[in-house]
């Protein structure tokens, strides 16, 4: 028998961002600009990031690394430890554009897991803000000095990390949308602010601070995800449309116009790339969720087969909901193939009626709302007629 061993960890949280995860920030970072700044013509000047632990300790810290380099700010390494030790400014000539501000959002595993990383980014945003260079070219002290003479607070002038309240996790769009008690934007914001506007950093610990996030969020011209691995896509898990799309939503109800959404895709290292979160959901759609394939291995899983679907009309009408991802083609494409298609509903009636019911009154909500803005007539009366059907069942 072998030992189990003990004190088991996934990577030193000091070692963050290792240095490979540094080349792939960097080519994150650049891929970012060079998208937004082909379909705008302009530098951003701020920049939103949804950061989560798993990716962290997946990649040893890619997002964190893609902050660093926005920033326009290296990290300094110990070669024994391979442990980050400093942070040094790069040089003007050396990042030949701006210094680009970041505004993050992270989870609350990433907040436990990596208190270090947390004050590092703060004590980056900080350095950045001190140097002395021209607003044009370093657009973090040109906020700051803005915030600054706004409300005589340095500390809140170059406060750019936010999360949950200490010792709760979340974002809170989940319950809201599942209530189908929200709106509008407004609602959204409101509750994602709410959840999210705490202040992290040196000395911060979860203070209170949504005025000061809701000042940094209206700057915010790009508001961005990064997926690291082919395991997970942005229609399986609620907290892609929580996080990203709830900060898509908050900037556009605090400035009335939607932010750039962009998906950066560090899945393969030497092939980096950053799509629109409109293209990303497209190529989701056409690859799993209408892919016969992925609905037949679903078929063989029986009752959980069957949520895993509702689950995923759940969380793309999350998305619309919050970043208005979805085209009429596929929510035509879903009520055909997942609630109409003979062979699925018999298969969602056996296996899970209530999934069936879900999908149906999920389907029927989006055309409601307006999201889903020209359905087919028939289309909806073959939603309505299933959700009968199923209400009656489940009453029987």
Do not use: C
Not at 354 to 379: D, F, I, K, V, Y
């Amino acid at each position: 028998m072998l030992p189990t061993g003990r004190n088991f960890y996934s990577v030193d949280p000091k070692a963050v961002p290792s240095r490979l995860a540094w080349e792939a920030g960097v080519a994150l970072a650049d891929s970012l600009l060079a998208r937004y700044r082909d379909e705008h013509g302009r530098w951003p000047r701020s920049v939103g990031l949804s950061v989560w632990g798993t990716s962290a300790m997946r990649t040893a810290g890619d997002d964190i690394a893609e902050v660093l380099a926005l920033l326009g700010v290296r990290p300094v390494w110990d070669d024994a430890s391979r442990r980050v030790i400093d942070l040094a400014p790069m040089q003007p000539a050396e990042l030949g554009r701006p210094r680009i501000d970041v505004t993050v959002r992270i989870s609350g595993f990433f907040r436990d897991a990596f208190p270090h990383v947390v004050t590092m980014l703060d004590d980056a945003v900080r350095l950045v803000a001190d140097l002395d260079e021209a607003a044009e070219d370093n657009y973090v002290r040109a906020h700051a000095q803005a915030d600054l003479a706004h409300h005589g607070d340095q500390r809140r002038a170059t406060t750019r990390i936010f999360g949950s309240k200490p010792g709760t996790y979340g974002a809170g769009l989940l319950q809201l949308i599942d209530s189908r008690s929200w709106r509008d934007d407004a609602d959204l914001a409101q509750v994602y602010t709410a959840w999210g506007g705490f202040a992290y950093g040196r000395d911060l610990d979860g203070r209170e601070a949504i005025d000061d996030m809701n000042r940094q969020y209206r700057r915010i011209a790009v508001a961005a995800k990064n997926t690291d691995t082919r395991e997970h896509d942005i229609a399986d898990s609620d907290d892609y449309f929580q996080y990203h799309g709830g900060m898509v939503a908050t900037v556009r109800a605090l400035t009335g116009q939607a932010p750039a959404a962009y998906i950066g895709d560090n899945t393969r290292p030497d092939a980096i790339r950053t799509r629109t979160l409109s293209e990303e959901t497209t190529r989701v759609f056409r690859a799993r969720v209408v892919n016969p394939r992925w609905m037949a291995a679903m078929r063989r899983h029986g009752y959980k087969g069957a949520f895993e679907m509702a689950a995923t009309v759940d969380y793309l009408f999350g998305y619309d909901a919050t970043a208005g991802v979805m085209a009429d083609w596929m929510y035509e494409q879903l009520t055909q193939r997942y609630v109409l298609d003979a062979q699925n509903r018999t298969f969602m009636t056996e296996s899970n009626p209530w999934a069936l019911h879900g999908m149906a009154e999920r389907l029927l909500e989006a055309a409601g709302r307006g999201l889903w803005a020209q359905p087919a007539p028939e289309t909806l009366d073959g939603l309505r007629q299933v959700l009968l059907e199923t209400e009656g069942d489940l009453e029987a």
